[in-house]
């Protein structure tokens, strides 16, 4: 029988969760797509057959679709990719194929009077600017500092990033000092994060809500335990997954996809 041909669009833990269990599967062959080398290098890790690297807008993700002959799309981007989910769900109704969505349950934040929810960076800015003239513990992943770094000096900007070569660079490039630089990969325990906030005397949190697998929930509560204000941004909401299958428990998507590769007839 030939293989039917899955799209996983990675650069997660959830991709890497995904790929790991279909990789088992010997009637399909998995291409995942990651905008990152550390993103490709871990979907490789997972099980991918292919992996094309890159950042892909709808027509590339249509050509790819087409020339590759791929039968369905998981798309298990992070949920602050909003632009990723809109072009894959685009070019999946270009081309005629299933899109499937996984997007990681929200977390359950604490009702707290230190937690102030924003939906933009913008946003975040403006109220970091009113609470506290300190220091500020941005844990929001690199590509979002640019966002405090044009209005707040660096010295007063601590950021946890990936031990990248990219992610050091664009810190020190954005003009923060390499003391303020904490550079590892992971979830960490509510007790780790608490004494890196306490070693480099945070005033205030901010971070984006990215479920319980990025590790929202013991951010938020070393924070508080710590009396200090947390900003959390909200994953934006995208119009188009209306009708789509979304799916926040992998076992389901897996199920899906058993049910699919049943009616698919060669």
């Given at each position: 029988m030939r293989q039917t041909?899955?799209?996983?669009?990675?650069?997660?833990?959830?991709?890497?969760?995904?790929?790991?269990?279909?990789?088992?599967?010997?009637?399909i062959h998995i291409l995942a797509t990651a905008t990152t080398t550390h993103g490709a290098e871990l979907a490789r890790i997972s099980g991918a057959d292919d992996v094309v690297e890159g950042r892909l807008d709808v027509g590339d993700l249509a050509e790819i679709i087409k020339s590759r002959q791929i039968n369905v799309i998981i798309d298990a981007t992070h949920p602050f990719a909003a632009n990723a989910t809109r072009n894959a769900i685009r070019a999946a109704e270009m081309t005629g194929i299933?899109?499937?969505?996984?997007?990681?349950?929200?977390?359950?934040?604490?009702?707290?009077?230190?937690?102030?929810?924003?939906?933009?960076?913008?946003?975040?800015l403006e109220l970091i600017q009113k609470l506290n003239q300190g220091r500020i513990f941005h844990m929001a992943g690199v590509t979002t500092l640019h966002h405090l770094?044009?209005?707040?000096?660096?010295?007063?900007?601590?950021?946890?990033?990936?031990?990248?070569?990219?992610?050091?660079?664009?810190?020190?490039?954005?003009?923060?000092?390499?003391?303020?630089?904490?550079?590892?990969?992971?979830?960490?325990?509510?007790?780790?994060?608490?004494?890196?906030?306490?070693?480099?005397?945070?005033?205030?949190?901010?971070?984006?809500?990215?479920?319980?697998?990025?590790?929202?929930?013991?951010?938020?509560?070393?924070?508080?335990?710590?009396?200090?204000?947390?900003?959390?941004?909200?994953?934006?909401?995208?119009?188009?997954?209306?009708?789509?299958?979304?799916?926040?428990?992998?076992?389901d998507l897996i199920g899906e996809m058993q049910k699919k590769l049943k009616k698919i007839v060669w």
């Open positions: 041909k899955i799209m996983v669009m990675a650069g997660t833990s959830d991709a890497h969760n995904i790929i790991s269990e279909l990789s088992a599967w010997k009637e299933s899109y499937l969505r996984f997007e990681r349950p929200r977390s359950k934040l604490p009702d707290n009077e230190l937690i102030h929810l924003v939906y933009s960076f913008s946003e975040a770094t044009e209005r707040i000096e660096g010295i007063r900007i601590v950021a946890r990033v990936l031990p990248s070569s990219y992610s050091i660079k664009r810190c020190l490039e954005l003009g923060l000092p390499s003391r303020n630089i904490v550079s590892m990969e992971g979830t960490f325990s509510s007790d780790f994060n608490r004494a890196l906030m306490e070693e480099y005397k945070i005033d205030v949190v901010l971070t984006k809500d990215s479920g319980q697998i990025g590790g929202t929930p013991s951010k938020i509560k070393a924070a508080i335990a710590l009396d200090l204000q947390v900003v959390v941004v909200m994953p934006p909401v995208v119009m188009e997954l209306q009708g789509k299958k979304v799916f926040n428990q992998i076992g």
